[in-house]
């Protein structure tokens, strides 16, 4: 199996998202690992999207479980083919958690160079920990973008009305 780190880096200031473009079409499935605090005046943790080759207009939508700190866990469903982007793809720490803290996101493309599917599937991890052990949330979710066209660019945004802030950083590889 090879494995091999298409971009990767670190935020020195602030970024209203993180666009990942002219991704090579050399291996099967993509993986992306995100790393991400935000500069949101809030303590809370929250969640930012993802969009594919720059499609939006009802061409996404999300199904998972979820658990976190203030309610049971739960399953989740954003109706597939009626969002804008892959909602909460990542998480991400608020400008007021304690300093350090950043929220790790990993998603998976699984044969994202494919011309002949109608769809890409985003296989979703993320979530946060560490404000104090009473604060937590944890997903496990299965996104979607309705295209048959290659991945050729991935574009990460915060939550509405926020910007990462120095210091978020990712990696994006592919493998066989």
Avoid at 103 to 121: D, H, Q, V
């Amino acid at each position: 199996m090879s494995y091999e780190i298409f971009a990767e880096g670190t935020l020195g200031g602030t970024a209203s998202s993180v666009d990942l473009t002219l991704i090579p079409q050399t291996a099967t499935h993509l993986e992306l690992y995100f790393n991400s605090r935000s500069n949101k005046a809030d303590a809370s943790h929250r969640g930012g999207g993802l969009r594919i080759n720059n499609i939006s207009s009802n061409s996404y939508g999300l199904n998972g479980v979820y658990g976190e700190s203030s309610t049971s866990a739960a399953v989740w469903n954003r109706t597939m083919g009626s969002r804008d982007w892959v909602d909460d793809a990542i998480r991400h720490w608020n400008n007021n958690a304690s300093a350090g803290l950043f929220a790790p996101s990993k998603m998976l493309i699984p044969n994202y160079t494919s011309t002949t599917t109608t769809s890409k599937g985003v296989i979703i991890r993320n979530s946060t920990w560490g404000e104090d052990t009473s604060q937590y949330w944890i997903m496990e979710a299965m996104g979607n973008c309705t295209t048959s066209a290659a991945v050729t660019r991935l574009t990460i945004y915060p939550e509405s009305g926020s910007l990462f802030v120095a210091g978020t950083s990712y990696y994006l590889a592919g493998w066989e």
